[in-house]
C-alpha cells in the first residue's frame, strides 16, 4: 500500500490538476505551464532549482509505437506513483484530430521539475518528436530533422542529451521494408559520439523475452548501446498502466504495471550513470544531411538551366551564321530564339510574430534558391546553415554574400520564353563582360566560352555534393543510410567525365554496399508511400 507521506504529496498534485476519468485509477491532467519561444513549444512542470541534476531523454519512433504514453510512464515514475494510489498523471495532452491525424505534429520538450526524491535523484527533460512514417505527408519526415535542428541549436534548446530512445513494439517480428525505413531514418540521423547513449525502449510488452524486436533492430543494423557482455541495452514496457481495473483483468494489469517498474527502474538506474553527450557532431550530420539535399536541388534546377542555355547558344550558333550569310547579300535578318529565364513561384510559407515558419532563402544575385525549405526563422537567414564563417552562401553559383539573400515564399524557378533576335543582339550579348578577352576572338568563340563556364559550375555542384557525401560517412552514426542511397545514382549519372573517375568509383561502392543490406527496398517504400500520398491529395 502507498505511504501517507506519498499520499498527502499527491493529493497536493491532484488539486491542481483536471480530472479527466473517474473509476480506478482515476486519470488526471497535469497542471503545466506552455510556452512557444522563436517557434519551440515547452510543456513544464513544477519550478527549476538552480544548480539541480537534470537528465535529458530524446524520444524517437515510428507512428502509433507509444511514445506519448511512455512519456506519461516516465513523469508517473519520477512523481512515485504506485499501484496503490490507483490514480495517473497525464501530461502529454490528447489531440481532438481524426486518429489518422492524432499523432503528435511537432517536436515538444517536457520538463518535469520538483519530483526529486520521490524516485530519482535528477529532474528529467523529455523530448517528444513526430512519428516517422506517418501517413499524412510525404515531407514529415525531413521536417523532424529540420524542427531537431533548431532545437539543438536554439539559445533555449537541447545541447546534449543523456539517452536516446529508439521506441518500437515489442511486438515487431520482421524487419519489413516501413520498419527499415524508420530505423534508417532514426538512426541516420545522429553523429557516430551517440552510440553509447542509444537504448531500445520496447512498448506493448507482454512480458516475455522481445526477441522478434531485438532481431528486427539487428537486421536493420541499428548501433546502440551495449553492456559489459556485448549484449543490447533495452528496457521494455507495457501500455497499460492506465487501463481500467475490472475484476477480470485486475491480476493481469498489476503484473504488468509491476514489470514496467522494474524495468523503469532499470531503465533509471542506467540513466543515472550515463554520460552526456553534446549534439555538436549531430548538429553537424543534419547540417550535412541538408546541405547535401539542397546543393542537389540546387543542382538539379542549375543542370535544367545548363540545358536550357546550351540550347539557346545553339540556336544562337546557327542563328549567327544565318545572319552573315544574309549580310553578305546586303540582307536583314532576325529569328525567334529560346531563351531561359529565372521567375519566382509561390511556395507554402509565413511567419509567426516576427519569425518566419515556413518559407525558402534564395540569392538575389545568382537568381537561385540555396534553400527550399529553410528552417531558420530570420527574415535574411541569420543562422541559417548555408552561410559559412565569413557570411558567405554555401550552395550558390558565385557564392554570394549574406546580405543578397532573402527568405520568401517563393522559389526561383527555370522557364523559357521566345525572345526576337536580330545580329546585333547576339554579337552585343557576347561583348558584355568580355574584358580580358582578346580583342579578336568571335563571337561563336564567345559562345564556346560560355558553355565552358557552365560546365565548370556543373562539375563545382558535384564535387560539392560529393564532400557531404563523404562527410557524413565520417560522422554519422549510421554510414549506409537510405538518405545518400536515394542521391547515389543522379551523382553516378552525372559525373562521367573522366576527372571525376576516382569519386565515381567510391560512390559505386557505396551504392553496392548499401544494396547489399536492403536499403534499396526501404527506398523503395519511402519513394512509394510518398506517391500514395500525393495520389491521396
Given at each position: 500500500m502507498a505511504t501517507k507521506n506519498s499520499e498527502t504529496f499527491l493529493s497536493s498534485i491532484i488539486e491542481t490538476s483536471q480530472l479527466i476519468q473517474s473509476g480506478s485509477p482515476k486519470i488526471y491532467q497535469l497542471n503545466t505551464v506552455t510556452k512557444i519561444t522563436?517557434?519551440?513549444?515547452?510543456?513544464?512542470?513544477?519550478?527549476?532549482?538552480?544548480?539541480?541534476?537534470?537528465?535529458?531523454?530524446?524520444?524517437?519512433?515510428?507512428?502509433?509505437?507509444?511514445k506519448s504514453t511512455l512519456i506519461n510512464v516516465l513523469v508517473n515514475y519520477a512523481m512515485g506513483v504506485k499501484w496503490g494510489h490507483e490514480v495517473w498523471f497525464k501530461i502529454v495532452e490528447e489531440e481532438t484530430t481524426s486518429q489518422s491525424e492524432s499523432q503528435t505534429s511537432d517536436v515538444i520538450m517536457y520538463q518535469i521539475f520538483g519530483f526529486e526524491g520521490k524516485r530519482l535523484p535528477f529532474s528529467l527533460t523529455?523530448?517528444?518528436t513526430p512519428g516517422y512514417g506517418d501517413n499524412r505527408d510525404d515531407t514529415n519526415d525531413d521536417s523532424i530533422a529540420e524542427r531537431l535542428l533548431e532545437w539543438f541549436t536554439s539559445d533555449g534548446g537541447i545541447h546534449e542529451v543523456h539517452a536516446v530512445g529508439l521506441v518500437l513494439k515489442a511486438s515487431d517480428n520482421r524487419l519489413s521494408d516501413r520498419l527499415g525505413y524508420v530505423f534508417d531514418s532514426v538512426a541516420s540521423l545522429f553523429g557516430a559520439n551517440m552510440e553509447k547513449n542509444m537504448f531500445a525502449l520496447l512498448t506493448h510488452s507482454g512480458g516475455g523475452p522481445p526477441k522478434n524486436a531485438l532481431t528486427a533492430l539487428a537486421d536493420a543494423q541499428i548501433k546502440?548501446?551495449?553492456?559489459?557482455?556485448?549484449e543490447p541495452v533495452y528496457f521494455k514496457f507495457d501500455n497499460c498502466q492506465s487501463d481500467q481495473r475490472t475484476e477480470r483483468y485486475m491480476r493481469k494489469l498489476k503484473n504488468a504495471w509491476k514489470d514496467s517498474e522494474d524495468e523503469m527502474k532499470r531503465f533509471m538506474e542506467v540513466l543515472n550513470v550515463t554520460e552526456a553527450q553534446t549534439l555538436r557532431t549531430t548538429v553537424e550530420v543534419i547540417n550535412q544531411r541538408n546541405q547535401l539535399k539542397d546543393c542537389i536541388i540546387n543542382l538539379q534546377d542549375k543542370l535544367k538551366f545548363i540545358e536550357l542555355k546550351k540550347t539557346q547558344i545553339d540556336q544562337e550558333k546557327a542563328f549567327s551564321i544565318k545572319c552573315e550569310e544574309k549580310m553578305k547579300a546586303n540582307e536583314n535578318y532576325e529569328e525567334d530564339v529560346d531563351e531561359p529565364y529565372k521567375d519566382k513561384e509561390p511556395i507554402k510559407g509565413g511567419r509567426w510574430w516576427f519569425f518566419w515558419v515556413k518559407g525558402a532563402t534564395s540569392c538575389l544575385q545568382c537568381e537561385e534558391t540555396c534553400h527550399h525549405k529553410c528552417p531558420c526563422t530570420f527574415q535574411n537567414g541569420r543562422y541559417c546553415p548555408i552561410f559559412d564563417g565569413r557570411d558567405h552562401c554555401k550552395v550558390c553559383t558565385n557564392k554570394c554574400e549574406r546580405k543578397h539573400h532573402v527568405k520568401e515564399k517563393w522559389i526561383y524557378v527555370t522557364k523559357t520564353r521566345k525572345v526576337r533576335k536580330t545580329y546585333e543582339d547576339i554579337k552585343e550579348k557576347y561583348m558584355e563582360g568580355v574584358k580580358g578577352m582578346e580583342k579578336h576572338s568571335s563571337t561563336l568563340e564567345r559562345m564556346q566560352q560560355e558553355m565552358e563556364k557552365l560546365l565548370e559550375q556543373e562539375h563545382e555542384g558535384?564535387?560539392?555534393?560529393?564532400?557531404?557525401?563523404?562527410?557524413?560517412?565520417?560522422?554519422a552514426l549510421k554510414v549506409d543510410s537510405i538518405f545518400t542511397l536515394k542521391h547515389l545514382d543522379f551523382l553516378i549519372e552525372r559525373m562521367q567525365d573522366q576527372k571525376f573517375a576516382e569519386?565515381?568509383?567510391?560512390?559505386?561502392?557505396?551504392k553496392q554496399r548499401m544494396e547489399g543490406k536492403n536499403l534499396r527496398k526501404a527506398l523503395n517504400y519511402a519513394a512509394t508511400a510518398g506517391g500514395d500520398k500525393k495520389k491521396q491529395k
Open positions: 522563436e517557434g519551440l513549444k515547452t510543456v513544464t512542470v513544477g519550478t527549476k532549482k538552480v544548480n539541480e541534476l537534470n537528465k535529458t531523454i530524446l524520444l524517437l519512433g515510428e507512428t502509433g509505437t507509444g523529455l523530448v517528444d546502440y548501446a551495449k553492456d559489459e557482455q556485448g558535384l564535387e560539392k555534393s560529393f564532400q557531404h557525401i563523404t562527410r557524413l560517412e565520417s560522422i569519386e565515381v568509383r567510391k560512390l559505386k561502392e557505396m
